[in-house]
C-alpha cells in the first residue's frame, strides 16, 4: 500500500507539473473538471465480528477487538479518482487497505475453522482488509451550485484472516496456525449530493445500501452494506484543493467460500484528510 502512495503522489506531482507549465487562462468551475485525483490518509475506528466454519461444525463468533486483542484503531491511505465522461454521467473509483494486528492470552476456548484454541493459548492475530468501491453517477440536477445523482456499483472487499497460537498446558509445547480469506463483492445502490458555496468552498454528502442473495454459482454469499460519507473542500488554484470527510461504512456478509465459510461483520468510522487534483 506505501508504494501506491508514493506512486499516486507522483502521478499528482507530474500531471501538476505539467499543467502549471501548458496552463490556460481558463479556469475550471466546482464539479465540472474532467478527471479529479484524491490522495488522503484514514483515520478509522474499526469493530470486527467472525465466524469461520469447517465442514462438520460451527465456528466461534470472535469479536478481534475485545476477544483477540487486535488493535482496531488502525489508520491508513486511500487513492481515488473521478472521470466525468459527459455533463451528467461520472465514473469513480477508490482503493484502501489496512492491516491490523494482536496478541493475547485467550479466556476462553475458540473454534476457527478447523482449529481449536483452548484458553490460556497465546494467540497473534492478523486481519487485513481492502476496500474497492466501483460506482457511476447519473446526475438529474448539475448547474453551477448544486448537483445531485443516484450511484451504482460494486463495492468490492477482500479479507484475509490468520491466526496463530501456541499453548503450554500439558508436556508438549502446542502451536496451530489458521487462515481464512475471501473476496467479498457486494452492489451498491445510492444518491449523491454536492453543493458549492463559490470558486473555493464545496460540501456535499453521498449514501448507498444493498442487500442481496447471490446465487451458489457466482459468488456464493449473501449479506448488506451501508455506508454513508459527508465532506468539505477547499480549493487554494484553479487545479489543487484539499478536503476533510467523515465515513461510515458496514458490511454483514455470509460466505460459502473455498476458503472462508461462515460470517463475516465490519464496521468502521472516522475522519479523512485528503487532497486533490482537478484537469
Not at 18 to 44: C, H, N, W, Y
Not at 111 to 137: F, K, M, N, R
Not at 191 to 213: C, L, P, T, Y
Amino acid at each position: 500500500m506505501n508504494r501506491l502512495l508514493i506512486v499516486s503522489t507522483a502521478v499528482i506531482g507530474v500531471l501538476a507539473c505539467s499543467t502549471s507549465v501548458g496552463a490556460r487562462a481558463d479556469s475550471i468551475k466546482p464539479g465540472q473538471e474532467k478527471f479529479k485525483l484524491m490522495l488522503g490518509g484514514f483515520l478509522p475506528a474499526f469493530n470486527t465480528d467472525v465466524e469461520v466454519d469447517n465442514e462438520d461444525q460451527l465456528g466461534d463468533d470472535v469479536a478481534l477487538g475485545s476477544d483477540l486483542g487486535v488493535d482496531e484503531d488502525e489508520s491508513g491511505g486511500w487513492v481515488g479518482f473521478e472521470w466525468r465522461i459527459a455533463e451528467k454521467h461520472r465514473l469513480g473509483a477508490m482503493y484502501s487497505s489496512f492491516t491490523m494486528t494482536g496478541t493475547r492470552v485467550i479466556d476462553r476456548q475458540i473454534t476457527i475453522g478447523d482449529e481449536i484454541y483452548p484458553v490460556d493459548a497465546t494467540v497473534t492475530t492478523s486481519h487485513q482488509i481492502e476496500l474497492i468501491p466501483i460506482t457511476y453517477s447519473y446526475s438529474f440536477i448539475n448547474n453551477d451550485s448544486n448537483e445531485f445523482a443516484v450511484t451504482a456499483g460494486v463495492n468490492w472487499n477482500k479479507i484475509t484472516l490468520s491466526l496463530t497460537g501456541s499453548s503450554s498446558l500439558s508436556a508438549d509445547d502446542i502451536s496451530t496456525t489458521a487462515s481464512a480469506s475471501a473476496d467479498l463483492p457486494l452492489p451498491l445502490f445510492g444518491i449523491r449530493f454536492d453543493h458549492h458555496f463559490s470558486d473555493k468552498w464545496s460540501a456535499g454528502g453521498s449514501a448507498a445500501f444493498f442487500s442481496i442473495e447471490f446465487a451458489e454459482s457466482t459468488f456464493e454469499a449473501s449479506g448488506s452494506l451501508v455506508s454513508a460519507r459527508a465532506y468539505a473542500e477547499y480549493r487554494f488554484g484553479d487545479r489543487f484543493g484539499a478536503g476533510v470527510a467523515i465515513d461510515g461504512f458496514k458490511l454483514d456478509i455470509n460466505a460459502a467460500k473455498s476458503r472462508w465459510t461462515g460470517e463475516y461483520v465490519l464496521d468502521y468510522w472516522g475522519p479523512q484528510l485528503y487532497i486533490t487534483a482537478r484537469f
